[in-house]
T-cell receptor, first 112, second 113 residues
Framework: DAKTTQPTSMDCAEGRAANLPCNHS???????VYWYRQIHSQGPQYIIH???NNETNEMASLIITEDRKSSTLILPHATLRDTAVYYC?????????????FGTGTRLTIIP | AAGVIQSPRHLIKEKRETATLKCYPI?????VYWYQQGPGQDPQFLIS???????DKGSIPDRFSAQQFSDYHSELNMSSLELGDSALYFC????????????FGQGTRLTVV
């Protein structure tokens, strides 16, 4: 699976949009980009995923560049409950190679 | 909505004892994943099963074994426990693997004393 690079930490003011970048310059054509977050010792929480197109759900938006070498997770109106470690994961997801490989992630702190 | 259920939530064992962790996937999910997260570390993949067959394998110690049963629940068996096995153990489940999202349980905190 391709490796990802994320900032170690970020701050965002409550109520503002939080934009979390991720570089995955070695991503293959059949690899998806997944975002998860983990709030202190809880189970990782699925946020969103995509292959080529931008995606949006009730939690966030995922913007993938046209060359797919980087992506941005957008939390449109950050709240204090969004404070967590955010993981960007690329995953080929075929039988025998379906694991999600967690890297270091970005520790996002929402500031009141 | 139903989530992934793990039991027990907390477990304390002594060195050299055995432990069994259980995972009940979301209904109709056929794929189960196991992860280990040590203190201050990121989750590390151990093993996964699809339709009751082992499908992917990570850095799972030989002392650990796992299986998925006919009702799709899974058990992680850990023998000859060591102090370093103290960690959070997460289970996740998904429908198939390709292009699908995996949902995690709340974990089992294993403490080896």
């Amino acid at each position: 699976d391709a490796k990802t690079t994320q900032p170690t930490s970020m701050d965002c003011a409550e109520g503002r949009a939080a934009n979390l970048p991720c570089n995955h310059s070695t991503i293959s054509g059949n690899e998806y980009v997944y975002w998860y977050r983990q709030i202190h010792s809880q189970g990782p929480q699925y946020i969103i995923h995509g292959l080529k197109n931008n995606e949006t759900n009730e939690m966030a938006s995922l913007i993938i560049t046209e060359d797919r070498k980087s992506s941005t997770l957008i939390l449109p109106h950050a709240t204090l409950r969004d404070t967590a470690v955010y993981y960007c994961i690329v995953r080929v997801a075929v039988f025998g190679n379906e694991k999600l490989t967690f890297g270091t992630g970005t520790r996002l702190t929402i500031i009141p | 909505a139903a989530g992934v259920i793990q039991s027990p939530r907390h477990l304390i064992k002594e060195k050299r004892e055995t432990a069994t962790l259980k995972c009940y996937p979301i209904p109709r999910h056929d794929t189960v994943y196991w992860y280990q997260q040590g203190p201050g570390q990121d989750p590390q993949f151990l093993i996964s099963f699809y339709e009751k067959m082992q499908s992917d394998k990570g850095s799972i110690p030989d002392r650990f074994s796992a299986q998925q049963f006919s009702d799709y629940h899974s058990e992680l068996n850990m023998s000859s426990l060591e102090l370093g096995d103290s960690a959070l153990y997460f289970c996740a489940s998904s429908v198939g693997v390709e292009g699908t999202e995996a949902f995690f349980g709340q974990g089992t905190r294993l403490t080896v004393v």
